[in-house]
């Protein structure tokens, strides 16, 4: 307001531009420079990262983590536009600015901390029962709990803005007149999130693997900076600004409080959610399902328990005995040496062949009958006894 009734121009703005808008040229006000410079850098910053997480999306093997993605991307868009909701507080009050400062604060902070909430959920479901919900069903729930914030803004700005004063007393800018009780305590859905941010967190600190333990903890600690920022902005907007006697702190205080917990959503939370994408988890267990070659293990006990098997697949390989010679039981183990084999057998043509000399072998050790001999030297045959 004191902008805007200024009659002299400040160092640093031009003549042409409008008062609501000293403080974001004005050089003897700093703050309002330093915090236009902050948000512009983190509105550059929360775009870059954007990309960068779409970019990566091909490249996710975890399909895990792939689900998070969803969510990321909602949180990138709304610190984008807390960055983006710091101008309305540096610049001076009127209508549009004070309507989007009272509907878009809480709805941009619920936003992030509806995703906030939802990441824990499925963190404290994938402990308890192994895997957690689909990504579609987050994003449902996340959008869920930030509508509940949009439905309470919208009803308290449409009642306070139509709401017309008793005795007929007149004021301009409706959107502008609120106490700052008033806008701390449209607030208190958020406030409610935000402690639900920091108890979800918190059983997924005892996960068995690593790389959850870590979420887990990136989202706790983020959780406990904004509630430290929260409370602080809180208390300096109620009772620090009035004890000192200055109220025209009331915007600095916001603005920064925007800022800078922007900033901690992006250095606590999404940056290294971004980093932590295409990393490969070392405690992520290999998958059994699928294997192509079965292990080398395996075919040795098969071939221990079954030895029979092995010998009966070459069976199919062997050579064709002669039609005369005489036809015999023979035992399968005969061509077994005790040797174990190192690999699943394969006959080759020299194992034909030496399976073939050990049969005939085998033959030779059982006796044959043998013809009588014949006298060189001259000499009756002997008695055969037959007539």
Not at 43 to 48: G, R, Y
Not at 52 to 74: E, H, N, W, Y
Not at 177 to 183: G, L, P, V, W, Y
Not at 194 to 213: E, F
């Amino acid at each position: 307001m004191e902008a805007m009734g200024s009659t002299s121009v400040p160092k640093g703005c031009g003549s042409s531009i409008s008062s609501i808008y000293y403080n974001l040229c004005d050089l003897t006000v700093v703050w309002g420079v330093v915090v236009e410079a902050v948000a512009a850098a983190g509105v550059v910053t929360s775009f870059v990262l954007f990309v960068i997480l779409m970019g990566c999306l091909p490249f996710v093997t975890d399909k895990k983590r792939k689900g998070m993605v969803a969510l990321q991307a909602s949180i990138l868009v709304f610190i984008l536009g807390l960055f983006g909701l710091t101008f309305a507080f540096i610049v001076g009050r009127y209508s549009t600015s004070c309507a989007a400062r009272r509907f878009l604060f809480g709805v941009l902070f619920s936003g992030c901390l509806a995703c906030l909430v939802m990441h824990g959920l499925w963190l404290a479901l994938l402990q308890r029962r192994g895997r957690g919900p689909r990504s579609w069903m987050l994003c449902l729930g996340a959008l869920g709990l930030w509508l509940v914030e949009v439905i309470i803004n919208t009803e308290w700005l449409i009642i306070t803005v139509v709401r017309t004063p008793s005795g007929g007393i007149t004021i301009p800018d409706l959107s502008c007149s609120f106490a700052n009780k008033d806008f701390v305590m449209s607030l208190i859905y958020v406030m409610v999130l935000l402690l639900a941010v920091v108890l979800m967190a918190v059983p997924s600190l005892t996960h068995k693997h690593k790389q959850w333990r870590r979420d887990g903890a990136f989202i706790l600690f983020t959780g406990l900076i904004t509630m430290a920022i929260w409370v602080s902005w809180i208390v300096m907007y109620i009772y620090g600004n009035e004890v000192v006697g200055n109220p025209s702190w009331d915007d600095p205080t916001l603005s920064v409080a925007v800022v800078s917990n922007a900033w901690v959503f992006l250095f606590l939370y999404t940056i290294p959610e971004i980093c932590l994408l295409t990393q490969e988890d070392p405690d992520q267990e290999e998958p059994h399902d699928g294997d192509v070659y079965p292990a080398r293990s395996l075919v040795y006990d098969n071939i221990l328990k079954e030895p029979e098997n092995v010998y009966m697949e070459n069976k199919a390989f062997s050579m064709d005995e002669s039609p005369t010679e005489p036809t015999k039981p023979i035992s399968p183990y005969g061509a077994y040496n005790g040797q174990l084999r190192s690999c699943v057998y394969q006959p080759t043509e020299l194992a034909l062949i030496a399976k073939g000399l050990t049969k005939m072998e085998q033959d030779t050790r059982i006796p044959r009958a043998t013809p009588p001999s014949f006298n060189l030297g001259g000499g009756s045959l002997p008695y055969s006894g037959e007539s």
